[in-house]
């Protein structure tokens, strides 16, 4: 089946710099990829849908300034947090999308903000 | 507004036990709705879906889940749980017609024990 990869699995940052996610496609091209944040506990939360070749569209509450999203091959999608804070730790997922009502997802990053 | 609702946020089964996970879910137009299995370390894996048709799907790993529209229910069944099946499993509603944002529930723990 259709893999998606993230990179890296975990990071560890400072507050106030900026950190970049990869996310891959590596056997299929995903024009449109989606980026989710999940809490502890919590369900995944839809941060904002990444097409290819053109800006990202983000939900609302999402700062676009803050999480910045380049798709910018259709195997590849980034997800950089800029002035990280500790409030931004969280799991980070990606899913690639394959067809109209399916996604496969990467196995998610870990970022912690000291 | 949509919404996806798990009542149950952890649930410990004896192996070879029979198990079900609760799913209800609030959507004005015919839902397209999903349950996804996440294990440590792994990426959300989709185990099945309802688009329309009949109301019993079955899935991967010897999942089923049964659609109950007058009930707004999705509940997954397993009649006979293995230790590997021990994981955190989301229920997800597909949030428009393109079917290509996903809302989660906050999603269950299952344990199972020997």
């Known amino acids: 089946g259709a893999v998606v990869s993230q990179h890296p699995s975990r990071v560890i940052c400072k507050s106030g710099t900026s950190v970049k996610i990869e996310c891959r496609s590596l056997d299929f091209q995903a024009t449109t990829m989606f980026w989710y944040r999940q809490f ?6 839809l941060m904002a849908t990444s097409n290819e070749g053109s800006k990202a569209t983000y939900e609302q509450g999402v700062e676009k300034d803050k999480f910045l999203i380049n798709h910018a091959s259709l195997t590849l999608s980034t997800l950089t947090v800029t002035s990280a804070h500790p409030e931004d730790s969280s799991f980070y997922i990606c899913s690639a999308k394959v067809a109209t009502y399916e996604q496969y997802f990467g196995p998610g990053t870990r970022l912690t903000v000291t | 507004a ?3 609702t798990q009542p149950d946020i952890h649930i410990t089964v004896s192996e070879g036990a029979s198990l079900e996970l609760r799913c209800n879910y609030s959507y004005g137009a015919t839902p397209y709705l999903f349950w996804y299995v996440q294990s440590p370390g ?3 894996q989709l185990l099945l879906k309802y688009f329309s048709g ?3 799907v079955q899935g991967i790993k010897g999942f089923e ?3 109950k529209r007058s009930q707004s229910s999705f509940n997954l069944r397993k009649p006979s749980v293995h230790w590997s099946d021990a994981a955190e499993y989301f229920c997800a509603v597909a949030l428009n017609q393109a079917g290509t944002a996903l809302i989660f529930g906050k999603g269950t723990t299952l344990s199972v024990s020997s």
Do not use: H
Not at chain 1, 40 to 45: G, I, N, R
């Open chain 1, 40 to 45: 502890p506990k919590k369900s995944l939360m």
């Open chain 2, 2 to 4: 949509q919404s996806v």
């Open chain 2, 42 to 44: 792994q990426g959300l």
């Open chain 2, 54 to 56: 009949d109301t019993l």
């Open chain 2, 65 to 67: 889940a049964e659609f």
